[in-house]
């Protein structure tokens, strides 16, 4: 029996088909699951929402999808629900339990709205979440113990900025439980007094920072934000163990004592704000090896002493503030390394002496040096006593001035010498005329013989130029 031709074309065709429709099931999305789409409408019921944001989340037909609700995204495979994002929306409320049926969430972001009320400790039960972010909220929310935090293994990201943390007392001991913490923000908490597990005798503030080195949680922290709190004591010198940290931010506290030289070590810091605190003695020479750091503002403490040398290392420094401090002596030279410098303010210390020249320091504005009676030179009016003098130095200016007094002697001696001159040439010619009658006669005989010589030249002179012309 012939074998059709048509046999070879379609076996072919078909096997395309096949495979095309497998990709296309490959590709399908999964519509979300109705126990989630549940979970988020009950969200929604204790949600204020005056600006209709979240209409798009409903029971209507062409609303059933919760993948493609506003703020949702689901996973394309199975349709689980593994992020809400409503950041910024203006929406108010309390954030109700049943977002702890988001089994399968991964980050979750309510910040910067005006959710209020007890934060519920079943979002411990979100064992797969990432990240999560209820900071900068306005509407006074509250949460009492953060133990549920100990379930979140996987949690990498946390902010609860803002969020009253004033009755969690052992907030140091659950944060310890997260593992693959790497970015904590705290900031303006109320952090409660902290009780350490064990005795610590020598500590006499329950809310001092010198307590946290009982706790791990600094090996793997990247970022770390406990400003804005009631924090007092010293900086321990635990810091410098953080050798992972990039950004440190313990403004507006009560922390005083002096700067660790410990902070040398975190070699990796890009950004330190220990500004609004009660820090006292000098800026160690170990900031030098920061060479990382682009953010540096120890402003509003009661720091002493001159500014380290050693600030010319950090190159990579953008921006600098060392304002309303008591620091002393001058500006070093060696700020000119500091070619990145983009912010800078040294107000209202007691530096003194000239600002280095032919550097960027000139290109601030005057007020970054306000306060500072000492300090001269551009960009400041006033000058400095060597460039009044016209030197470089006030030993070389005054040899400069001693210079022109000898040069202005000799100008004077030079100057005498000519008028003197003058008056005995002139009297010694015009006198003996008026006094010797027989010298008298002769000398103007003798000036009338010339004025005839010169009469009778001229004439004799015009008439041979005269028949010359004619001739």
Request: charged share 15%.
């Amino acid at each position: 029996m012939a074998t059709s031709p048509f046999r070879y074309f379609i076996s072919p065709f078909l096997l395309l088909l096949c495979f095309e429709a497998c990709f296309r099931v490959g590709d399908a999305k999964v519509g979300c699951i109705e126990r989630e789409r549940q979970a988020l409408l009950h969200f929604k019921q204790g949600v204020l929402d005056d600006y209709g944001l979240l209409s798009s989340w409903g029971n209507e037909e062409d609303k059933r999808d919760c993948c493609k609700w506003a703020g949702v995204e689901c996973n394309n495979q199975t349709g689980h629900v593994i992020m809400l994002d409503l950041h910024a929306q203006s929406l108010g409320g309390k954030i109700g339990p049943s977002l702890a049926e988001l089994q399968h969430l991964k980050h979750l972001n309510l910040s910067w709205n005006d959710f209020q009320g007890i934060l519920p400790t079943q979002l411990g039960n979100l064992s797969n979440l990432q990240s999560l972010d209820l900071g900068n909220n306005y509407g006074d929310m509250t949460c009492e113990n953060l133990d549920w935090l100990s379930h979140l293994p996987s949690l990498t990201h946390l902010d609860l900025s803002f969020v009253n943390l004033s009755k969690a007392i052992h907030w140091p001991q659950a944060i310890n439980k997260m593992p693959s913490l790497t970015e904590l923000y705290l900031r303006r908490t109320q952090l409660p007094p902290i009780i350490p597990t064990i005795s610590i005798s020598h500590i006499n503030s329950s809310t001092s920072l010198a307590v946290l080195h009982l706790f791990n949680f600094s090996s793997s922290l990247v970022n770390l934000d406990l400003s804005l709190n009631e924090l007092r004591g010293s900086i321990p010198d635990a810091f410098g163990d953080m050798t992972t940290l990039a950004h440190l931010d313990l403004h507006s506290n009560h922390l005083n004592g002096s700067i660790p030289d410990a902070f040398g070590n975190m070699t990796t810091l890009a950004y330190l704000d220990l500004s609004s605190n009660e820090l006292r003695g000098s800026i160690p020479d170990a900031f030098g090896n920061m060479t990382t750091l682009a953010y540096l503002d120890l402003s509003l403490n009661e720091l002493r002493g001159s500014i380290p040398d050693a600030f010319g290392n950090m190159t990579t420094l953008a921006y600098l503030d060392l304002s309303w401090n008591e620091l002393r002596g001058s500006i070093p030279d060696a700020f000119g390394n500091m070619t990145s410098l983009a912010y800078l303010d040294l107000s209202r210390n007691q530096l003194e002496g000239k600002i280095p020249l032919g550097t960027q320091l000139q290109s601030f504005n005057a007020s970054t040096y306000a306060g500072n009676p000492g300090l001269c030179g551009p960009p400041l009016l006033k000058r400095c006593l060597e460039d009044e003098l016209g030197g470089v130095s006030f030993t070389s200016g005054l040899s400069s001035k001693k210079e022109d007094i000898q040069d202005d002697a000799n100008n004077i001696w030079f100057y005498g010498n000519i008028v003197l001159g003058f008056i005995i040439g002139f009297w010694g010619v015009c006198g003996t005329l008026l006094f010797n009658s027989s010298w008298r006669y002769a000398y103007f005989q003798l000036l009338s013989k010339i004025k005839d010589w010169l009469y009778v030249t001229t004439i004799v002179n015009m008439n041979r130029i005269r028949r010359s012309l004619q001739g």
